[in-house]
């Protein structure tokens, strides 16, 4: 006879199926004790699913009341009870934006919304509008279970168009009801603009928006749009040119670096980006990478000629023992196989033939510029690349010339 220990051995190694048959009043009951472990309790209440004991309910809920239990568990369990209206004066206390567990916020929103509470939808819509894929989907299906009871219209009405959120909201409902959401590309938050280029899907009638378009930004947002459907990128550079070139100036910033920075970022940006960003990395077309292995023994030879004594370069994930990014890194003097804190570091770009060190190196920097590489100092390092906005330990802001060019991420 199966039991919840035998079901769920380890973590991570649930027998769904078996839990499914699994009586469900054993179940509910093996959730309501907080003493067995939170990985086995998760997946007994993803069991439950439309099969909750009604005699069990209360208990249920006591647990997502409990701030000491584990949070997957009581998110698990607001998923499941989405229908027990008796949560709602829980949720909608003043004390529930006191929670601090991960995912709790987020989860008591989306139960707002599947219970019905249209007062959560400007949260709603905030949320459905982060950066981070699992927080947008929670908040847009909150949304989603609203619209579903009260009509799109009445819940645009509850949250108006004042904010960008808002006015993604509405982009989604309007392009849900088979509207034309080609207007929004002139939208002046540049999140709302790239929401609605992700939506259309008719090159034809893009192409005809392009002398409808009333802002530069607009008709950007409309060749790239087309450009994601087709593929086309001569048409794309002809667009680019009828527009006179656009593209963001940045203060000391000269081609060299321009081309090996959009190469790299220009189409894998963030949603805030300033689309002449992303047209221009269309134009530019596919990057050509250096040749690592040769640029590296090149650097290797001229830091060893240089009396250096290099060791081995290590890619930047395995000297930061995770994660990866664009360089290698060559330790210098020292004792070991590879970089580590003794001595000095020099990183080499994989982007181009740029290098640099956290410490001026004068003796090194030297022996690379002969050998035909361009170091990278504190000045040219600083220059902030503005409109691109790329991913960086949880930021999505412009970086500077350095971590673009050496970026590691883990």
């Not at 439950?48 to 997957?72: F, M, N, S, T």
């Not at 034309?180 to 609605?196: I, Q």
């Not at 790299?264 to 940006?269: D, I, L, T």
């Not at 033939?353 to 003796?363: A, D, G, K, L, N």
Request: proline letters at 7%.
């Amino acid at each position: 006879m199966p039991t919840v220990e035998t079901l769920i051995p380890q973590a991570g190694q649930a027998d769904a199926e078996g839990l499914r048959a699994f009586d469900a009043d054993g179940l509910a009951e093996y959730v309501t004790d907080p003493a067995h472990p939170w990985w086995r309790r998760r997946p007994c209440v993803l069991a439950l699913a439309g099969r909750v004991p009604e005699h069990r309910v209360a208990g249920l809920i006591a647990r997502v009341h409990d701030p000491r239990d584990v949070a997957e568990v009581r998110i698990a369990l607001l998923d499941l009870l989405a229908d027990r209206t008796e949560l709602l004066p829980w949720l909608g206390h003043p004390d529930r934006r006191q929670e601090g567990s991960y995912g709790m916020p987020e989860a008591i929103l989306k139960a707002r919304g599947l219970l019905g509470d249209r007062s959560a939808a400007g949260e709603l819509t905030t949320l459905a509008a982060s950066p981070w894929r699992r927080w947008r989907a929670v908040g847009e299906a909150g949304l989603d279970a609203l619209v579903t009871r009260y009509g799109a219209g009445a819940v645009l009405s509850d949250v108006g168009d004042a904010r960008p959120e808002d006015r993604a909201f509405r982009v989604r409902m309007r392009h849900r009801a088979g509207a034309d959401v080609s207007d929004a590309l002139a939208d002046p938050d540049r999140a709302v603009a790239y929401l609605a280029q992700s939506l259309l899907t008719d090159p034809d009638r893009l192409r005809g928006h392009l002398d409808e378009a009333p802002t530069t930004e607009a008709k950007l947002w409309t060749a790239y749009a087309l450009h994601r459907l087709t593929g086309d990128a001569a048409e794309t550079r002809a667009i680019h040119a009828s527009l006179g070139h656009p593209r963001v100036e940045v203060a000391g910033l000269d081609e060299e670096l321009r081309t090996a920075i959009v190469q790299e970022y220009g189409q894998h940006c963030e949603e805030r980006s300033d689309p002449r960003w992303r047209i221009e990395a269309v134009c530019a077309g596919p990057p050509v990478p250096p040749d690592e292995d040769e640029q590296l023994r090149r650097a290797m030879t001229a830091l060893t000629a240089a009396g250096l004594a290099p060791r081995p370069p290590v890619s930047c994930g395995k000297h930061n023992q995770q994660g990866g990014g664009t360089y290698h890194v060559i330790g210098l003097g020292g004792n070991g196989a590879e970089a580590d804190e003794d001595g000095s570091q020099i990183f080499i770009s994989t982007l181009g033939r740029f290098v640099t060190s956290y410490e001026p190196e004068p003796t090194a920097r030297a022996a690379l510029e002969a050998a035909g590489f361009r170091w990278i100092d504190r000045v040219t390092g600083a220059i902030r690349v503005t409109g691109l906005c790329v991913y960086h330990f949880g930021d999505r802001d412009p970086l500077d010339v350095t971590t673009l060019l050496f970026y590691w991420q883990d």
